[in-house]
């Protein structure tokens, strides 16, 4: 599964957003996330099959954080 994740400067994730696998059909409004403060960065990654079943936003932020340091 394809997501956006928007960090800020010091790597905090502060937003995700899970991209559709499907095509959407007829008209359909696209939702994105824009980094608009200086240091701000969108990161477009496969969530890790592990992540896919974390319940909490609070969790998978900080699992998202340790994932794109080890990028890094």
Known sequence: MKITVLTDQQ???LA???Q???QPKGPVAKF???A???GH???EI???SHME???SAQELHRALKEHLSKKS
Do not use: D, F
């Open 11 to 13: 790597g905090k994730v």
């Open 16 to 18: 995700t957003v899970r």
């Open 20 to 22: 559709s696998e499907e």
């Open 32 to 34: 994105g996330l824009r």
């Open 36 to 38: 608009i403060a200086p």
């Open 41 to 43: 960065k969108l990161h």
């Open 46 to 48: 496969e969530l890790p």
């Open 53 to 55: 079943k974390i319940q």
